[in-house]
T-cell receptor
Framework: GQQLNQSPQSMFIQEGEDVSMNCTSS?????WLWYKQDPGEGPVLLIA?????ELTSNGRLTAQFGITRKDSFLNISASIPSDVGIYFC????????????FGIGTKLQVIP | DADVTQTPRNRITKTGKRIMLECSQT?????MYWYRQDPGLGLRLIYY???????NKGEISDGYSVSRQAQAKFSLSLESAIPNQTALYFC????????????????FGPGTRLTVL
């Protein structure tokens, strides 16, 4: 089956720094999604990408759908303490079952 | 108000007990899903339902059953709970394209933390 490698698995950064995390897949996806999960809550959708090469921003967050359709990255600029949480990538094939494959998450901690 | 709600939010039970977790949504989505989350394993799909009469097993359905009582309600049951079913359980919904909006992007509830002793 499809597998997603998400890295890094955890990171500590200083408030104000930029952050980058990425996901790579063994096969292609039609859609890449990035979610954030706060402690004790469900994943919340941050950005959805639907086309290879697409670059989309949501405030200080920017994500890109890789040209090969096998990877995606998420950047967070000028991190703040409320950016703390677990960030998940997810790849999806559209058509038929539309199964979503999730990465295991990147745990981000921001040092004030 | 939240679009996807789950009850209860926390539950502690004993081995062998029957447990039902409930999910309701006001998003008008036709598709609903149940996942479990374990540390280091990410989210794994238990069951999914594309409409009221269409229910399918996910990758880890053994020991679980579901019921889609209405388009807006999808419940997950553990017929006889065991300790390795201790996990965080999430319900999610998506739209197959009947509504204006992202196709099949999943939106999650707040989760139910289940502990089986």
């Amino acid at each position: 089956g499809q597998q997603l490698n998400q890295s890094p698995q955890s990171m500590f950064i200083q408030e104000g720094e930029d952050v980058s995390m990425n996901c790579t897949s063994s096969s292609i996806f039609n859609t890449w999604l990035w979610y954030k999960q706060d402690p004790g809550e469900g994943p919340v959708l941050l950005i959805a990408l639907y086309k290879a090469g697409e670059l989309t921003s949501n405030g200080r967050l920017t994500a890109q759908f890789g040209i090969t359709r096998k990877d995606s990255f998420l950047n967070i600029s000028a991190s703040i303490p409320s950016d703390v949480g677990i960030y998940f990538c997810a790849g999806q094939l559209i058509g038929g079952y539309q199964k979503v494959t999730f990465g295991i998450g990147t745990k981000l901690q921001v040092i004030p | 108000d939240a679009d996807v709600t789950q009850t209860p939010r926390n539950r502690i039970t004993k081995t062998g007990k029957r447990i039902m977790l409930e999910c309701s949504q006001t998003k008008g989505h036709d598709r609903m899903y149940w996942y479990r989350q374990d540390p280091g394993l990410g989210l794994r799909l238990i069951y999914y339902s594309f409409d009221v009469k269409d229910i399918n097993k996910g990758e880890i359905s053994d020991g679980y059953s579901v019921s889609r009582q209405a388009q807006a309600k999808f419940s997950l049951s553990l017929e006889s709970a065991i300790p390795n079913q201790t996990a965080l359980y999430f319900c999610a919904t998506s739209d197959s394209g009947r509504l204006a909006g992202p196709l099949d992007t999943q939106y999650f509830g707040p989760g139910t933390r289940l502990t089986v002793l």
